[in-house]
């Protein structure tokens, strides 16, 4: 049974940091593909990162790239997003999730291409 577990969300001051984590059980993380995704109150959802654990390629929309990081660890089966210099626009609930197989630079960013969805973690940047 595919399940995704999102931690590391909290309040935290503009230009501070946080590091969110998706645990990941029931598949092989080496063989899937990872996105994440927020969703700020009254805004439609967004892709956020994006990384292929298998071949490292990863992704980030315009607005976080400089600031945050995503990275894995295929052993623990965990992907990483790291938050640095945070801002108040980037207060949403993250998700992350899953699909089999790899995505291009044009299409990462679709919801509508992953089959599987965490719970979600807020995150809240405010002073």
């Known amino acids: 049974q595919v399940q995704l577990v999102e931690s590391g969300g909290g309040l935290v001051q503009p230009g501070g940091s946080l590091r969110l984590s998706c645990a990941a059980s029931g598949f092989d993380l080496a063989s899937s593909a990872i996105g994440w995704f927020r969703q700020a109150p009254g805004k439609e959802r967004e892709g956020v990162s994006y990384i292929n654990p298998r071949d490292g390629i990863t992704y980030y929309v315009d607005s976080v790239k400089g600031r945050f990081a995503i990275s894995r660890d295929n052993a623990a089966n965990t992907v990483y997003l790291q938050m640095n210099s945070l801002k108040p626009e980037d207060t949403a609930v993250y998700y992350c999730?899953?699909?089999?197989?790899?995505?291009?630079?044009?299409?990462?960013?679709?919801?509508?291409?992953?089959?599987?969805w965490g719970q979600g973690t807020q995150v809240n940047v405010s002073p």
């Open positions: 999730a899953m699909r089999w197989g790899g995505l291009v630079a044009d299409i990462w960013y679709q919801g509508s291409r992953y089959a599987y």
